[in-house]
Every structure is written in structure tokens, then in C-alpha cells.
């Protein structure tokens, strides 16, 4: 779920680099908190209930 989420983060700031530039701040801040949801999952790994 949190990899989708994270793609489509991607993608969307990926458009506003290229082509939205008014958008490019509120994007790149999508963007660095995808990133932190990302490490998050990765350095907590999987855990069983």
C-alpha cells in the first residue's frame, strides 16, 4: 500500500517539475514526506502480529 502511495507521489511531483511550476513547492514537499513514509517502512521492516 505505502509503495503505491509512494509511486504515485513520484509521478505526480515528477509532472510538477516538468510542466507545473506553480505547483512545484507544494509537490516537493508531497515529495519529502513520501520519502520519509519510505525509510520509515524500510528501516521498520515487517512485523509480525
Known amino acids: 500500500m505505502l509503495w503505491t502511495i509512494f509511486v ?3 509521478v505526480l511531483w515528477l509532472l510538477g517539475w516538468i510542466g507545473f511550476h506553480a505547483l512545484g513547492a507544494f509537490i516537493h514537499i508531497v515529495l ?3 520519502l520519509i513514509v519510505l525509510c520509515i517502512q524500510l528501516f521498520s521492516g515487517r512485523r509480525n502480529v
Request: aromatic share 0%; net charge neutral.
Open 8 to 10: 504515485i507521489l513520484l
Open 32 to 34: 519529502v514526506l513520501a
